[in-house]
């Protein structure tokens, strides 16, 4: 194509890019449908129309993407590298349509063609499932903002094949499936081989009885191949990169082998070097402790520092600059051997002195802590180290022999605190305690609410708090409208930008001026009339894609999330069952009808959350089949919670269940999604909820429950048996699990529930708040039935959501952290 083409498009796009003349658009949806695939239009798939449309907007924005990177070249600012292995990005498509403010477009020419359907076209986009959960999803907002807050910046992470599994229920238990999201070439990415990098490993990999295993000795090399994907800024004028490493191995790998005749066996060497980024790890919260797992972290981040390094020497000969040029930002300790990285980097390859490189290394990283979880804090056998990658095992010995010097000289035979600080944990086994290594090899720590940073700085790592006061400091997450209202909620997206314009998408802080509207009748009534639509919409969905049939008129009431024992999914169903046991003793009591939403995966080895599953879907069949119930309480498992359907189910709730035992959810960001989309909370005082209720006021949430202090402070003394054998409605309710009342067909498979709760001491208090939570949940249920009370608070709730725009979380990064400036496309 000739520049004046080129220009001419750009020119397009910058008149408001509302339409585009059949010699760009439409004709390259044409071309792409039928040149792409040899297929005849007419007989093109919807698959196939989505890869054209898709296709079709990439060629729109390439030269934006071009340009966007040409100004950071030029303009040389500081560049902000988000390293993090996972990148829960959902679908494309509509997202990349909304920031590119092409819809009209879109609209009238992409869609125009009489062979496509819509809706389809976008359901056959797969979700990209690169991601656990909360920590993963919060990656993806964060890249859209930087984007869209127009800051140099490039995410780094895997490019798994095979994404988060695919959850399947049967008979009431969670089957896991491989999710081979990439089965079919995905139209976004953009490999660029050129760029590939070499990455040193010092063994190789054998099977062994159908097990990858580490064998010593023969140094070999990782190819990193990037693939990049275009993250577009809302407006379109900035396009950012995410770029997702591949495996794969040279060519000449193993030519010993080869030429010694070990065909097949330089072969399998080969594809197994290859398996190094097939499958992300689907154990969230737990270290799965394997050797793949570790190679998976190192390969990241060698892959992503090579690039890093090397842009920043294209532009910059003084090394000294790199603080002032580059920020590295670790996504929790996943990415933390970038400390031990980088200054292999200074010192090997830059030839700096210790100090220098040291001091450079530390201005450059930062690092974010996700999680006060003990068993979650990553540690890596020294072993691994020294099979992977000797030489940064060299390096970390040295950082913790300076760093011991340093807690002697500061706290004199102060033994305890320096074995606690010590980045090398010595019993059982000698393991790198990673969390340890990036708080003294960065400049900043932060939490991510309020609460967690100061539970971080007070209980988890106060030791490094008081050593280095200055680096702490708390990042409220926050999520980005443009996904999470702006496309996931046109109708009230559309009744907010009538109301008050549209500057809340940039500006989340606008949405206060719907305040005064609450007290506007006709304006609550269409607020009302959007929440309705959006529940028989998720209602028409979920019959057509689960045949299960719920009523809008209800009140839908969501938890979804990853199943895990401290965000007490269990504490929900054994309040469901109290309200099914109240029923079964006095049907005519009053009981506003409910629908009771979970979603959400355990890790495939955690059984007693895949229990917490089963138990959930009994519960629901019972109430079912029970004229007693039916019609007045239903339960409903969403199976393969990913993104789409938190889209969907999210501005259909009315209300969000929040309710972790206090001083465990270190944020949650869920909770700040259902709040923007006009759902009421019930939750305890955890993670960021505290901070919502605090910006619309306590009396608009429905709170509960002990807090962290009280939770920490009865654990000497609490006893869930007092609770068993004191409240009679608990005991009810806990009899019928134990009673096999569901699970006749399965006797005794509860038992572990039974367990956990009673006999191991109940660890996250479920029984010392259910009383607690079936009052406040009684509470809810009466002002709901006043409708009008109910969507003034829904409204408040609107409006006060602004903080919690992922936006002004990064403007606090960028301003506090990075020291960052927007860098904007001409
Ligand atoms: C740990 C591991 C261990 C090894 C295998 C893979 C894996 C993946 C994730 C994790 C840690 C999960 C930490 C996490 O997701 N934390 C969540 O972060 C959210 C964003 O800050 C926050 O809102 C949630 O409260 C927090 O639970």
Excluded at 563 to 571: D, M, P, T, V
Excluded at 711 to 731: D, F, K, L
């Amino acid at each position: 194509m000739s520049k004046t083409v080129d220009q001419q498009i750009l020119q397009q796009y910058e008149c408001g890019a509302a339409r585009f003349s059949d010699k760009t658009g439409h004709e390259h949806y044409q071309r792409h449908l039928l040149f792409d695939h040899v297929v005849w239009p007419d007989e093109a798939s919807q698959r196939e129309r989505f890869e054209a449309v898709a296709r079709s907007l990439r060629d729109l924005l390439a030269q934006r993407w071009l340009l966007t990177d040409q100004t950071y070249d030029r303009e040389n600012p500081k560049r902000v590298y988000y390293l993090s292995m996972e990148f829960l990005i959902g679908r494309a498509l509509t997202n990349n349509i909304v920031n590119l403010g092409v819809e009209p477009y879109v609209r009238e020419e992409l869609q125009s063609d009489p062979h496509q359907d819509w809706k389809e076209v976008v359901e056959t986009e797969p979700d990209a499932g690169l991601g656990n959960g909360g920590l993963g999803r919060l990656a993806a907002c964060f890249i859209e903002s930087l984007a869209t807050l127009q800051i140099p910046a490039v995410g780094y992470g895997l490019r798994y094949e095979y994404g988060i599994f695919r959850q399947a229920i049967e008979n009431g238990y969670q089957m896991e499936q491989p999710d081979h999201w990439l089965a079919q070439p995905d139209p976004w990415e953009v490999t660029h081989p050129r760029q590939t990098v070499q990455i040193p490993i010092a063994c190789r990999f054998e099977l062994q009885d159908g097990m990858l295993r580490a064998v010593p000795g023969h140094a070999t090399h990782l190819l990193g191949v990037p693939y990049d994907r275009p993250v577009v800024g809302y407006g379109g004028q900035t396009i950012n990169t995410l770029r997702l490493w591949g495996a794969a191995s040279p060519d000449h790998f193993n030519f010993g082998e080869f030429s010694s005749g070990d065909f097949v066996g330089a072969i399998v060497d080969r594809v197994l070097a290859e398996t190094v980024t097939r499958v992300l790890y689907p154990d969230d919260s737990t270290q799965a402790g394997q050797a793949l797992r570790f190679v998976q972290e190192y390969f990241m981040v060698c892959c992503s520092l090579a690039d890093i390094v090397a842009r920043f020497r294209r532009t910059n000969d003084d090394w000294r600059l790199l603080p002032d040029k580059v920020a590295i930002q670790l996504n929790d300790t996943h990415p933390a051997m970038a400390v031990a990285e980088l200054m292999r980097l200074l010192l090997d390859e830059a030839k700096l002195g210790w100090d220098e490189a040291w001091d450079l290394t530390v201005g450059t990283l930062a690092y974010t802590n996700h999680t006060l979880l003990p068993e979650a804090l990553e540690k890596w056998p020294v072993q691994f180290f020294e099979l992977v990658c000797p030489r940064l095992l060299e390096i970390v010995y040295e950082i913790n022999r300076r760093f011991m010097t340093d807690v002697q000289q500061r706290y004199p035979g102060d033994h305890p605190r320096a074995s606690r600080m010590s980045l090398i944990e010595e019993s059982g086994g000698r393991q790198i305690r990673m969390a340890n290594l990036a708080i003294v090899g960065s400049h900043s720590t932060n939490g991510v609410a309020q609460i967690h940073s100061d539970l971080l700085r007070t209980r988890v790592v106060a030791d490094f708090a008081e050593m280095f006061p200055e680096r702490f400091n708390n990042k409220t997450n926050g999520v980005t409208p443009r996904r999470w209202l702006l496309a996931a909620n046109r109708d009230l997206a559309g009744l907010i930008s009538e109301s008050i314009g549209d500057t809340w998408i940039t500006d989340l802080g606008e949405l206060r001026r719907l305040l005064p509207l609450t007290d506007d009748e006709s304006f609550r009534s269409r607020f009302r009339q959007t929440k309705r639509a959006a529940k028989e919409r998720f209602a028409d969905w979920l019959k057509s894609t689960t045949g299960q049939i719920v009523d809008p008129d209800t009140i839908f009431d969501s938890q979804i999330k990853r199943i895990h024992e401290y965000k007490r999914q269990l504490l929900n169903i054994l309040h469901v069952i109290v309200l099914y046991d109240r029923l079964r003793t006095d049907p005519s009591i009053t009981l506003p009808p409910r629908t009771f939403f979970f979603a959400g995966k355990a890790a495939p080895a955690y059984r007693l959350a895949k229990l917490i599953i089963k138990l959930i879907n009994n519960v629901g069949r019972v109430i079912d089949e029970d004229p007693v119930s039916r019609g007045r309480i239903k339960v409903v498992f969403v199976p393969n919670y990913n993104v789409s359907v938190a889209e969907r189910l999210i501005p259909a709730t009315d209300v969000s269940e929040q309710i972790s035992t206090a001083g465990y959810e270190a944020s949650g960001t869920g909770n700040m999604k259902f709040m923007m989309n006009g759902a009421l909370t019930i939750g305890t005082r955890d993670g960021a909820t505290i901070e919502m209720a605090e910006e619309a006021g306590e009396e608009h949430f429905f709170l509960f429950g002990l807090n962290a202090e009280q939770v920490a402070s009865s654990r000497r003394w609490y006893s869930p048996r007092w609770h068993y054998e004191n409240e009679p409605e608990t005991r009810a309710a806990l009899d019928l699990i134990f009673n096999d009342y569901f699970s006749r067909d399965e006797p005794g498979i509860f038992n572990p529930i039974r367990e956990s709760l009673l006999d191991h001491g109940d660890y996250f208090m479920h029984l010392a708040d259910l009383t607690s939570y079936a009052d406040t949940q009684q509470k809810l249920g009466t002002l709901y039935a006043d409708s009008d009370a109910w969507v003034r608070k829904a409204v408040v709730n609107v409006a006060c959501a602004g903080k919690f725009s992922s936006d002004r979380t990064i403007a606090e990064y960028a301003a506090e952290i990075w020291n960052a400036l927007p860098c904007p496309i001409r």
